[in-house]
């Protein structure tokens, strides 16, 4: 998602013509490879020797998960196999089947968010002043407030752990269709802009409240499963916000 973010930003700064378009491509590629290669040496060199990925990684080790030896050797950690004892997991169904409320609420989370931005944003944001910068506004509004979003629930009294309230939550942004819609059509560019931060403010707010949530009360090699199961939720979610973004075109023509 982030690199997506790219895309109307190169576009909006380069002519529209095919020599701009090649441009625009190049660049947004080029700046988007050099994140990715940031992001892999950051996770292979950087990531393990952080105190905290240290102090889980033994604990899970401790708990009977082989699955963080490899991660563990890599940041210079020896599990001492003699005391590693071993414990019996569950396995992937009955993780999927006991928190398949959660997986659900991050695909549609993922999903809705997906389906308005960025093709939304960028394209059909109705009246306004602000030229090729309005998209960058709006996209820069949404990344901030997901941000904000993501460090809320550190506050304990807005913690969300309600395995209800956290579905009827991610439910009710379903509101954000109709809510963008008419706002486009009728709003102004500060409706828009409002609208657009709770998007992100949502997102991220209700991503950590599941992702803290789910996998409390499981041990170290259950909740590394639960995790992986719960990120290919969030994966699906987003491939079918990208393929229903195309939604906005809708009476326009196509």
């Not at 490879?33 to 940031?38: A, D, E, M, R």
């Not at 050797?73 to 020896?78: F, T, V, Y």
């Not at 001492?80 to 005391?83: A, C, N, P, Q, V």
């Not at 009728?186 to 409706?191: A, E, F, K, L």
């Given at each position: 998602m982030?690199s997506a973010?790219?895309?109307?930003?190169?576009?909006?700064?380069?002519?529209?013509?095919?020599?701009g378009?090649r441009?625009g491509?190049?660049?947004?590629?080029?700046?988007s490879?050099?994140?990715?290669?940031?992001c892999?040496?950051?996770y292979g060199f950087?990531?393990?020797k952080?105190?905290?990925?240290k102090?889980y990684?033994?604990?899970a080790a401790?708990?009977g998960?082989?699955?963080?030896s490899?991660?563990l050797?890599?940041?210079?950690?020896?599990s001492?196999?003699?005391?590693s004892r071993?414990?019996e997991?569950k396995?992937?169904?009955?993780?999927?089947?006991?928190n398949?409320d959660?997986?659900?609420n991050?695909?549609?989370?993922?999903?809705l968010?997906?389906?308005?931005?960025?093709?939304?944003?960028?394209?059909?944001?109705?009246?306004?002043?602000?030229g090729?910068?309005y998209?960058l506004v709006?996209?820069?509004?949404?990344?901030?407030?997901?941000?904000?979003?993501r460090?809320?629930p550190?506050i304990?009294?807005?913690?969300?752990?309600?395995?209800?309230?956290?579905?009827?939550?991610?439910?009710?942004?379903?509101l954000?269709i109709?809510a963008?819609?008419?706002?486009?059509k009728?709003?102004?560019?500060?409706?828009m802009i409002?609208?657009?931060s709770f998007?992100g403010?949502?997102?991220?707010y209700?991503?950590?409240?599941?992702?803290t949530?789910?996998?409390?009360g499981y041990?170290?090699?259950?909740?590394?499963?639960?995790?992986?199961?719960?990120?290919?939720?969030?994966?699906?979610?987003?491939?079918?916000?990208?393929?229903?973004?195309?939604?906005?075109?809708i009476?326009?023509g196509w």
């Open positions: 982030g973010n790219l895309s109307p930003s190169s576009s909006g700064h380069i002519e529209n013509s095919q020599e378009l441009k491509a190049i660049l947004f590629f080029s700046i490879t050099f994140f990715v290669l940031l892999v040496v950051l950087v990531y393990p952080l105190p905290i990925v102090y990684r033994s604990k401790s708990e998960s082989k699955t963080v490899s991660d050797a890599a940041a210079g950690i020896r001492e196999t003699e005391e071993q414990f997991r396995e992937n169904k009955e993780l999927l089947r006991e398949i959660y997986a659900l991050l695909f549609v989370i993922y999903g968010t997906l389906s308005i931005f960025l093709g939304f944003l960028s394209e059909d944001t109705g009246k306004h002043s602000l090729t910068w998209a709006l996209i820069t509004m949404y990344n901030v407030w997901d941000l904000i979003g460090y809320i550190l304990k009294i807005l913690n969300l752990e309600s395995r209800k309230l956290i579905t009827t939550a991610s439910i009710s942004r379903f954000f109709p963008f819609y008419f706002t486009a009728y709003g102004t560019q500060g409706w409002m609208l657009t998007l403010l949502s997102n991220g209700l991503t950590v409240c599941v992702l949530s789910a996998p409390k041990k170290g090699p259950e909740q590394n499963a639960l995790g992986n199961i719960l990120v290919l939720f969030i994966l699906g979610g987003i491939f079918a916000g990208v393929t229903l973004d195309w939604l906005w075109l009476g326009k």
